[in-house]
């Protein structure tokens, strides 16, 4: 029954984000923007929403959104989710300028910190694995590197951290030829056990909140 539910909000959320496309109207639209587009599924703070396998976007810079956008239109990107399918719809309705618009809104949104801190076994091992396999290009305050098209971390959730992963693991994610970062995060979430996944889910957004992993460096 639970699924069932989460599929018929997922087409709600979907067609929300979808309605007035390519409708008429009397008078003239407002631009596009954040809160029209995305926020339906996105969170109207950019929190994201796990219901939809909708994740966070709060802080995520343009250039790696741009890619992102590029790799749904181009089908490096599987779509078998609701979700993915209506991004593609969203991205093919709004212009290069409107898309570029609503990013600016995106980067301005604001990553707050973690209060929620899990127990310290767990959060150990993820401050272990971080710095040894995440850190070289995510770097150490989890905020990315455009250098080596690494994006941001810190401003996703826990469960943004587990779905990604996962579909980097079973080949949603960086399967095509084309996508070169995504091939690079296939290969090392291949590497990864679920236990160990859940322990990096639980330390990268505490990141946020200025927690450094680099004391375990090698450790």
């Known amino acids: 029954r639970s699924k069932l539910f989460e599929r018929i909000l997922a087409s709600c ?3 929300t984000c979808l309605c007035g496309f390519g ?5 003239e639209a407002a631009p596009p923007s954040y809160t029209a587009h995305c926020a339906a599924c996105h969170g109207a703070k950019g929190e994201g929403n796990p219901i939809v396998a909708a994740p966070a ?3 995520q810079p343009f250039w790696y959104g741009q890619r992102q ?3 749904f239109l181009q089908g490096r990107r599987k779509t078998n989710r609701p979700a993915a399918r209506a991004m593609v719809l969203v991205f093919e309705s709004l212009s290069e300028a409107d898309l570029e618009r609503i990013w600016e809104e995106i980067e301005a949104l604001e990553v707050p910190e973690e209060t929620d801190f899990p127990e310290a076994t767990l959060s150990e091992k993820g401050r272990y694995l971080y710095v040894n396999q995440c850190m070289e290009c995510h770097r150490f305050n989890g905020r990315g590197e455009r250098f ?3 994006p941001p971390l810190i401003g996703l959730t826990e469960a943004d951290i587990v779905r990604a ?9 960086g399967w095509h030829l084309d996508d070169e970062k995504g091939r690079k995060m296939a290969r ?3 590497w990864l056990s679920e ?12 990141m946020a909140s200025g927690a450094d992993p680099r004391s375990a460096r090698d450790r």
């Open 165 to 173: 992963l996962g579909d980097f693991q079973e080949g949603r994610r």
């Open 148 to 150: 080596f098209g690494s």
């Open 13 to 15: 959320l979907v067609l």
């Open 188 to 190: 090392q979430a291949q």
């Open 57 to 59: 976007l709060r802080g």
């Open 23 to 27: 409708m008429p109207v009397e008078t």
């Open 195 to 206: 236990e160990e996944i859940a322990a990096l889910a639980k330390f990268i957004p505490q």
């Open 69 to 71: 956008i590029e790799n």
